[in-house]
């Protein structure tokens, strides 16, 4: 779904509406219920993490919230592909983008494609936590009732185990980069998601398809 | 149970040392179980809902003469009865008490999430320490014995705890002391073993059991209980003692070389993008207005 250009209002006078209401708290929901999951299951992972469990009120009060929190995790991400999955759509420029990802990574940007309302990078991490998050959702149901799984069973826990965990480091590595990028490469990210508007500039240089639709100009 | 007077040589989920790590002469204790003078009365059973002030349980009939399917949260100690028809037609009936193994190398304690729910003291004891228990069942998961029970209302793990609360006041468990025969026996770890392999050598030379032996497992590097067996080769017969017990190797892999796999792709990533920053910086900002091309 893309936006479209803002009605003028004073304080955002010549800006972009980049986010909607409903997208920006879309997005604010999985965000902060996904860094409780983080941080919780991470208080399981190690030992020398698990001060993260006391921090958020206690081991058994986290062993108790953690699944329940991941349930809203991933409503937000179901609500996140209502929202976005067609915005998120791999083209051809995309697969481009990320043979030169090289060029992105060293900051030269305009040897790239001309991104739409998300650029390849955007989009790889989307997918990486939707499907993400339907692993940690399928092996998580197993961890969290396993008084259900038959003793015949018992190699289905220890695969489940394994299966969450694998699933929680491939999100973390992103969800690292996610925050890398938006926090300290592009703050304009972070303003975009919270206030939902950009500058034109920045939406120009930045995604060039999308800023061109949004606006109604031809390249 | 928690008890003070037992030095603690390990504890699950802990970050940092342990204090009786290496620094105690204390004796391995050892339950020696003589399957073969067992006569399934019962009265360990009973002893052990007494000392652990449990009331008894339901349970269910199934045309045994065992107590219940399988031990609980609040049954620690269970006799396991089958009825084994040998290869000449006559039969076996064998019983033998399931409980806690109180393994060298216990998997529960590795699998464990939870800093002090499950300790192993000096002595060789694993102990469960309810009040630090988050209930994930993990322990469930990786103990070879199928021992850890759910209290689902509390969300707390039990087990045996081979009566540690009377082990530290200089007590034997409450099995041993009801058991009528001598068929338990309790000691240091070296006087049961030395115990149990004159049994089988006595059972090999005068009885029909020509491979009569000592059921002490390898694979977790021996156990506080020991069984002596009179087919040392069928472990299984007995209600299901597993011929080889290890701690998973699934459990392994997740509680040791995943943990530093994961451990230092994380740090590699933070480590990663920090120099990335200090090597190319931020994207360039983007002029405010719009440049007319
Ligand atoms: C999607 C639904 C999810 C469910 C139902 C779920 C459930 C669980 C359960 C029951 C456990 C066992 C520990 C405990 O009992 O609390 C667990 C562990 C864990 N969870 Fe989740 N979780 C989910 C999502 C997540 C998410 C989004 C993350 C974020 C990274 C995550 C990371 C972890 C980690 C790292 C562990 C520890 C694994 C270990 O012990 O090594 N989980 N999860
Ligand atoms: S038998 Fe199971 S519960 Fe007992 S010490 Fe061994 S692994 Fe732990
Ligand atoms: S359920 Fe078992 S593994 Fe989990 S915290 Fe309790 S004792 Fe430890």
Redesign the pocket.
């Known amino acids: 779904m893309s936006a479209t250009v803002a009605v003028p209002q004073t304080q955002h006078a010549g800006e972009i509406e980049r986010y909607t209401f409903a997208e920006r708290l879309m997005h604010w929901l999985s965000g902060f219920t996904y860094l409780y999951c983080l941080g919780t299951g991470l208080a399981f992972y190690s030992p020398h993490l698990f001060w993260i469990a006391y921090v958020l009120g206690g081991a058994p009060t986290s062993r108790f919230w953690h699944p329940i929190v991941a349930i809203v995790f991933v409503l937000g991400t179901v609500w996140m592909h209502v929202l976005w999955s067609r915005d998120m759509e791999m083209t051809e420029g995309d697969k481009r983008w990320l043979d030169g990802i090289q060029a992105y990574i060293t900051n030269h940007d305009e040897q790239l494609p001309l991104a739409d309302r998300f650029n390849a990078g955007q989009k790889l991490y989307y997918w990486l936590m939707v499907y993400g998050a339907l692993f940690l959702l399928f092996s998580g149901i197993f961890l969290w009732f396993p008084e259900y799984v038959p003793r015949q069973a018992a190699w289905v826990r220890r695969v489940m185990i394994l299966v969450h965990e694998v699933a929680a480091l491939v999100t973390i590595g992103g969800f690292i980069i996610h925050i890398y990028m938006s926090v300290f490469m592009e703050p304009a990210s972070v303003t975009a998601m919270t206030t939902g508007y950009v500058n034109r500039g920045w939406a120009r240089t930045y995604h060039r398809l999308w800023y061109l639709r949004v606006t109604g100009q031809k390249e | 149970m928690a008890n003070g007077t037992l030095q603690i040589k390990a504890i699950s989920g802990h970050a940092g040392t342990v204090p009786g790590k290496n620094t105690s002469r204390d004796y391995d204790v050892c339950k020696l179980i003589d399957v073969t003078t067992c006569i399934g009365c019962k009265a360990c059973e009973v002893a052990c809902l007494e000392w652990n002030g449990y009331p008894f349980r339901e349970t269910v009939f199934d045309n045994t003469y065992q107590t219940m399917p399988d031990t609980a949260w609040n049954y620690y100690n269970l006799i396991r009865f089958n009825e084994h028809v040998n290869e000449d037609g006559t039969l076996s009936w064998l019983m033998r008490k399931d409980q ?4 060298a190398d ?4 590795r699998a464990c999430p939870a800093d002090g729910a ?1 300790v192993q003291y000096t002595n060789g004891i ?1 102990d469960f320490q309810q009040e630090n228990c988050i209930g994930c069942q993990y ?1 469930v998961t ?7 029970k759910f209290n689902p209302t509390t969300k707390k793990v039990h ?2 705890t081979l009566c540690s609360d009377r082990v530290g006041a200089g007590l034997e468990p409450a099995c041993i002391k009801a058991c009528p025969t001598g068929c338990l026996h309790f000691g240091t770890k070296d006087d049961m073993k030395d115990l149990a392999e004159t049994r089988a050598a006595q059972l090999r030379e005068h009885t029909s059991h020509k491979d009569a032996g000592v059921y002490d497992p390898p694979g ?1 590097s021996g ?1 506080h209980v020991i069984y002596v067996l009179h087919d040392i080769n069928n472990p299984e017969r007995y209600g299901g003692l597993p011929k080889d017990p290890r ?1 998973p190797w699934m459990v392994r892999l997740w509680k040791g070389p995943l943990k530093w796999i994961g451990n230092f792709g994380m740090v590699a990533g933070i480590i990663g993008v920090a120099a990335h920053y200090m090597r190319f910086g931020p994207k360039a900002e983007a002029e405010p207005e719009e440049s007319k091309k």
Do not use: D, S
């Open positions: 806690c193994m109180h393994c216990p998997g529960c304690l499950i694993v322990c990786g103990c070879p014995f199928n021992i850890p087990k045996c977790v156990t701690v």
